[in-house]
Each structure stands twice: as structure tokens, then as C-alpha cells.
């Protein structure tokens, strides 16, 4: 076997993988979270590790660590809140403990270099709070370890936003659902996308503040926070390649 993926070598293999803390492990950290009615529930676990496994591949030396699959709570604001089934999420608490755990172990089978590849934004605090909790523990045990925490979009240039929104870019925020998301699940995972379920509404707009409990009179009845229907596999393309060209650059 031949994979990035730490999970499917057998442990005396992985053992001498990363024995000597030279090998970096890519964490994939995303979230179970309605996309629309067009689109899988899975797509911020998913593109993620996606991007953490082109990473690694072209590394040489890294591997991809299963994905933390559940996420903090959907917020009305950047994700629809948790009005909607399938929105399946934890505290901030256990999120953090969560992480903190799985770096931690990790870091007992030798490894010393971590990347935490976010594809969740609610998540980011909480991951925050975890890898520096993970770095003073090791470091009070006499061990130096290092985590890079990075969300994939960071990555994406203005010059890429506008090629992918010629007519105009509403921001991050509204994003949830939309073009960005859904060109990228139409290029890595095309049979989980149904654009003939997609709902062409304009950007959603919110009050310059928060409120609890959230209001589901706030949130577009589809769940997604702009329109899909202009999304393409081509700009996935683009997307991705922008994002996995940069990580590389910067820490491969």
C-alpha cells in the first residue's frame, strides 16, 4: 500500500513512518452541517481532506490523519444555525477537548509537526485554544512540537474570487452553500451535488449583530446563505488548485 492516509497503513509501517518526528500529519478537521437541499451534508469534512491528501502527495513527507468529522454549532450568520436536520454539531468544549486528545496521541507515537486543516469556520476559536494547549502540555513534558492551524480559504486570492465571481463577490459570511462550496464538491465528489435541486436566491442579509436563541426567521428556508446555480467543476478547478499550490508553497 501506497497512501497518504495514516489509517490504512498497518501500524508497524506508520510506527517507522514517524518514529523520528520528521513526518508532519495533516489533520482535517470539518463539520456535519446542511448544504442545501443540493448538496451532501458532508462537504466541510470532506474538501478538507481532499486538500490535505493533494498536500501530502506532493509532500513526500506527510500523512493525512482521519478527519474530525463533527464541527461547533452552526451559526445562523455563516452556517444557518442548527434549525435544520442533519445539522449535526458539538460544544465548543468538547470540540476543543476533542482535538487537544487526538494532537496529543499523536504526538506519543513520535510525530512533532502538525498542520489542522479547517473546513468548518465556527470551528477556528476552539481549534485555536486546542493547539496551544497541546503545545504547552508536550512543552512542559520536555517535549517542542509545532501546530499550523489554517482554514483552506485562506489561501484563495482576490485575483481567483474574481474569476469565480466576475458579477461581484457578497463575502465569506454568506458563502455557506453557495458558489464556492458547491464548485468544489462538483469537481472531488460531483455524485453528491444535485444541481437540479439547487435554489438561485440573492445573498442573505443579517442584522449587524447576534441574537439567542437564534431566530430561524433569519435564514433562507433552502439553508443556504447564497445562490449555487452559477457554480461549475471548472471553478472547483481553479479553487483548489489555488489553495493546495499555496499550502504547499508555504509548508511543504
Known amino acids: 500500500m501506497n497512501s497518504v492516509k495514516l ?42 481532506e481532499h486538500i490535505a491528501c493533494r498536500v501530502a502527495e506532493r509532500s ?37 477537548e476533542y482535538a487537544y486528545d487526538v494532537i496529543l496521541a499523536y504526538v506519543a507515537h513520535g510525530n512533532r509537526e502538525f498542520i489542522v486543516v ?34 483552506y480559504w485562506d489561501f484563495i486570492s482576490a485575483t481567483t474570487i474574481e474569476k469565480v465571481f466576475p458579477e461581484g463577490f457578497s463575502g465569506w459570511a454568506v458563502e455557506h452553500g453557495g ?14 451535488v444535485d444541481m437540479s435541486k439547487a435554489v438561485d436566491i440573492p445573498p442573505a442579509e443579517f442584522p449587524p449583530y447576534d441574537v439567542f436563541p437564534p431566530d430561524p426567521a433569519w435564514v433562507p428556508s433552502s439553508g ?13 478547478k481553479w479553487i483548489l488548485d489555488e489553495c493546495i499550490a499555496g499550502i504547499c508553497r508555504t509548508f511543504g
Not at 20 to 29: K, N
Not at 179 to 192: A, Q, W
Not at 224 to 231: E, H, I, R
Request: charged share 20%; hydrophobic share 40%.
Open 118 to 151: 479547517n473546513g468548518h469556520f465556527e470551528n477556528s476559536m476552539f481549534l485555536v485554544e486546542a493547539a496551544d494547549r497541546a503545545v504547552e502540555h508536550a512543552r512542559l513534558s520536555g517535549i517542542e512540537i509545532k501546530v499550523v492551524l489554517l482554514s
Open 60 to 96: 513526500g513527507n506527510m500523512l493525512v490523519a482521519p478527519p474530525i468529522a463533527y464541527g461547533y454549532k452552526s451559526q445562523v450568520k455563516s452556517g444557518g444555525g442548527n434549525f435544520f436536520p442533519g445539522t449535526t454539531c458539538v460544544s465548543g468544549r468538547s470540540l476543543e
Open 179 to 192: 458558489v464556492l462550496e458547491t464548485s468544489i464538491m462538483l469537481k472531488i465528489h460531483p455524485e453528491l
Open 224 to 236: 443556504t446563505l447564497s445562490s449555487p446555480a452559477k457554480a461549475t467543476a471548472e471553478k472547483g
Open 7 to 48: 489509517a490504512e497503513m498497518d501500524w508497524m509501517s506508520y510506527r517507522d513512518r514517524v518514529k523520528d518526528g520528521e513526518c508532519t500529519i495533516l489533520l482535517p478537521v470539518g463539520a456535519i452541517e446542511q448544504h442545501g437541499p443540493h448538496m451532501s451534508l458532508n462537504p466541510d469534512v470532506l474538501i478538507p
